[in-house]
């Protein structure tokens, strides 16, 4: 029996490594604060997070904590991203749009439970990373635009929830008119530079109920120039 080369073994090696910190991540970070959906925290365990940072931030990947990303943009800590996941109530069969593509982490965890994701990035070189990254790792269920998520991406819409991974000042009204009757937007909303509270938008017999999900904070919401 030949043995296997060294490469490969330091491959599994690796691989078992960042197996075994996702397992931990899930843990100690994310069912440790209360996040109980078992499609959450299965797609959780099986995204490879470090994939889709830069190789200068592998080594922190699964740290409870943002990241840079590079373009002045972070990827959210792990427990952020399960959170506004949970909080959609996803399921197989449902159609998502995700404001803020970034490095394509939130859009992989919910490639993972529902039916077709739709992600929009303002930042050209960020957007087409994601793009590459995401497609390199089998995800043929994440269609990705460059543009400004102000205006949704209205072609594929209505949609089941909406995620937006960036403070806005205030609802694009773009989206609520992209969100199906049930569905749900989760963003945060507040000032630049400053703490922000996440919103969760729930579209009931064509009204919007609004409520207060606490104190977050994200990077700004970026707009082309008008």
């Known amino acids: ?81 399960a959170y506004m996941t949970e909080l959609i109530q996803p399921k197989k069969g449902m159609k998502v749009l995700e404001i803020g593509t970034g490095s394509g982490y939130q859009a992989a965890v919910l490639a993972e439970i529902v039916e077709e994701v739709y992600t929009v990035e303002i930042v050209e070189p960020l957007g087409k990373r994601a793009e590459k990254d995401l497609k390199g790792m089998g995800y043929e269920n994440i269609h990705v635009k460059i543009g400004d998520g102000y205006q949704g991406w209205p072609e594929n819409g209505p949609y089941d929830a909406i995620l937006v991974t960036a403070a806005a000042e205030e609802v694009p009204s773009p989206l609520v008119d992209q969100l199906k009757e049930g569905g749900r937007i989760i963003i945060p909303i507040g000032p630049r530079g400053k703490t922000q509270e996440l919103i969760r938008l729930e579209k009931r017999k064509g009204k919007i109920r609004e409520t207060n999900l606490g104190a977050v904070r994200f990077v700004p919401f970026t707009r082309d120039s008008l």
């Open 1 to 81: 029996m030949k043995s296997l080369p060294i490469i490969l073994i330091l491959l599994l090696f690796q691989n078992n490594q960042y197996k075994e910190a996702r397992e931990k991540m899930v843990k100690t970070q994310i069912v440790s604060r209360g996040i109980t959906d078992p499609l959450v925290l299965d797609a959780m365990r099986k995204v490879e997070r470090h994939l889709l940072v830069p190789n200068s931030q592998r080594g922190n990947a699964y740290a409870d904590r943002p990241l840079p990303i590079g373009d002045g943009q972070t990827i959210s800590q792990p427990y952020i991203v």
